[in-house]
């Protein structure tokens, strides 16, 4: 008895394709979410316009945008890795996406990876928008970007890491209100629209060990002043993506 040849054949797709597929799954349902939208896009691109063009906050000096845009970048790298990641994996896990999804033939590794590759993508949108809008405004970057590339690798790394986190081990409520809190918290107090050195001494030393404060700083400093690689900001970054990924993959909860 001949064996029956079946199209499309049965069994699971290779995991690069499956990797690629939720990819772009990921990616479209964070550009179809308004709450995400207002978060990744909305809000940094307002906070760039109205800074830039309102004497609202003494930015030293020189220039507004010279000063914001780097911030705005940083900001706009968190709001994708942490908080946008951690509300929307928060969510996934409460309502059993996860575990559905640990069931199916994508092994977990991929899922994560997928997701990252998910958050890169939007960084690329977002980084592209607001740079496009920051050059209308006036600004003048400078620097290699082979040190602003390695910043905004290692912000993604360790936002990332506190994003997967905060969603693995926290109810989704409580993930909700405590992402939009740090969001805004890192905002106001993460060197973004306000200088750090308006801060007093001692609070200025703890919040430059911030990766928010690390980042924005380290973009400042290759993109405003020409600076080379930043390695003290990068190493803050590193260390944080190091603690955060470790801690996530220890204590993550899939249900």
């Given at each position: 008895?001949?064996?029956?040849?079946?199209?499309?054949?049965?069994?699971?797709?290779?995991?690069?394709?499956?990797?690629?597929?939720?990819?772009?799954?990921?990616?479209?349902?964070?550009?179809?979410?308004?709450?995400?939208?207002?978060?990744?896009?909305?809000?940094?691109?307002?906070?760039?316009?109205?800074?830039?063009?309102?004497?609202?906050?003494?930015?030293?000096?020189g220039r507004a945008v010279d000063f914001l845009a780097?911030?705005?970048?940083?900001?706009?790298?968190?709001?994708?890795?942490?908080?946008?990641?951690?509300?929307?994996?928060?969510?996934?896990?409460?309502?059993?996406?996860?575990?559905?999804?640990?069931?199916?033939?994508?092994?977990?590794?991929?899922?994560?990876?997928?997701?990252?590759?998910?958050?890169?993508?939007?960084?690329?949108?977002?980084?592209?928008?607001?740079?496009?809008?920051?050059?209308?405004?006036?600004?003048?970057?400078?620097?290699?970007?082979?040190?602003?590339?390695?910043?905004?690798?290692?912000?993604?790394?360790?936002?990332?890491?506190?994003?997967?986190?905060?969603?693995?081990?926290?109810?989704?409520?409580?993930?909700?209100?405590?992402?939009?809190?740090?969001?805004?918290?890192?905002?106001?107090?993460?060197?973004?629209?306000?200088?750090?050195?308006?801060?007093?001494?001692?609070?200025?030393?703890?919040?430059?060990?911030?990766?928010?404060?690390?980042?924005?700083g380290g973009l400042r400093d290759v993109l405003q002043?020409?600076?080379?690689?930043?390695?003290?900001?990068?190493?803050?970054?590193?260390?944080?993506?190091?603690?955060?990924?470790?801690?996530?993959?220890?204590?993550?909860?899939?249900?």
């Amino acid at each position: 008895m001949s064996t029956g040849t079946y199209a499309p054949r049965p069994g699971a797709a290779p995991v690069g394709r499956m990797i690629a597929a939720q990819a772009a799954l990921e990616t479209r349902m964070l550009l179809r979410n308004g709450e995400q939208l207002l978060l990744t896009v909305i809000i940094p691109s307002l906070l760039l316009v109205l800074f830039s063009t309102v004497d609202i906050v003494d930015t030293g000096e020189g220039r507004a945008v010279d000063f914001l845009a780097p911030g705005v970048l940083a900001l706009a790298v968190m709001s994708t890795a942490f908080t946008g990641q951690a509300i929307a994996t928060g969510f996934e896990r409460r309502y059993g996406v996860l575990k559905r999804l640990a069931a199916s033939p994508l092994p977990r590794w991929a899922l994560m990876t997928a997701k990252t590759l998910s958050v890169l993508v939007t960084e690329i949108l977002q980084i592209v928008l607001l740079t496009a809008i920051a050059l209308a405004l006036g600004w003048s970057p400078h620097g290699s970007p082979v040190s602003v590339l390695l910043l905004l690798v290692a912000g993604t790394a360790a936002f990332s890491g506190l994003g997967l986190l905060m969603a693995g081990t926290l109810k989704a409520e409580a993930t909700l209100a405590a992402a939009n809190l740090v969001f805004l918290l890192l905002l106001v107090g993460g060197g973004v629209v306000v200088p750090l050195d308006k801060f007093p001494d001692a609070a200025r030393a703890a919040l430059e060990l911030l990766p928010i404060s690390a980042l924005s700083g380290g973009l400042r400093d290759v993109l405003q002043e020409g600076a080379g690689v930043p390695w003290g900001q990068l190493g803050i970054l590193l260390a944080w993506a190091a603690a955060g990924l470790t801690a996530a993959a220890r204590f993550f909860r899939w249900e």
